[in-house]
């Protein structure tokens, strides 16, 4: 009867219960070092700039995605460079098809867009408007379906006829889908 009562542990489950008590603690160490660690970097941020002066890489503010130390993530286009843009595109399509000697109905197609476009631009928003009655981010909305209208003229007769009459209006829907994409449309809002 002594011996049922008192049984021994088998030297295998010995050693499982070391091992165990061995994660314990070793996962203790390696929680105190991590918080270690932690206010160690809360107390002594890391530089913008290393020894060399070359900018940091990155800085992570928060959890949220990192930025580049110096230039953050964004889009380049200001609303005044925008519209800028807008005013060259007017005066192309007004001068451009007639010099590169496109066809007639491809002339006024460009000529009735240019005088469209120049009205909503004027009256946009921006740094550069003659009247700022539009919201410039409305404006770019704007922007987003002439983007999509000159993509679809590529498919009317008058410019799949000539490959010159193509391809200008091709260079033309890229050049203005790049124009909406790299302008920094929350810039805009505090212009004018």
Do not use: C
């Not at 889009?75 to 399509?93: C, E, N, Q, R, T």
């Not at 009256?123 to 700022?132: C, D, E, I, S, Y």
Request: no cysteine; glycine share 6%; net charge positive.
């Amino acid at each position: 009867m002594e011996n049922s009562q008192n049984q021994r542990v088998s030297p295998t489950s010995k050693k499982q219960f070391r091992e165990d008590d061995l994660d314990i603690v070793k996962g203790a160490k390696e929680t105190d070092q991590l918080e270690q660690m932690q206010q160690s970097a809360k107390d002594n941020p890391a530089p913008e700039r290393d020894k060399a002066g070359t900018p940091a890489a990155f800085t992570v503010d928060k959890g949220e995605r990192p930025v580049h130390a110096n230039h953050p993530i964004g889009k380049p286009i200001s609303a005044k460079g925008h519209a800028l843009i807008d005013y060259a595109l007017v005066a192309s399509l007004l001068v451009l098809p007639s010099l590169l000697s496109l066809n007639k109905k491809t002339k006024r197609t460009f000529a009735a867009e240019a005088l469209i476009l120049l009205p909503y631009i004027a009256l946009t928003r921006q740094p550069l408007a003659v009247k700022g009655l539009i919201p410039f981010n409305t404006h770019g909305k704007i922007d987003l379906l002439n983007v999509g209208q000159f993509a679809l003229q590529s498919f009317f007769r008058p410019f799949r006829k000539s490959k010159k009459e193509l391809m200008f209006n091709i260079a033309l829907t890229a050049l203005v889908g790049l124009n909406v994409m790299l302008t920094n449309w929350k810039q805009g809002n505090e212009a004018k």
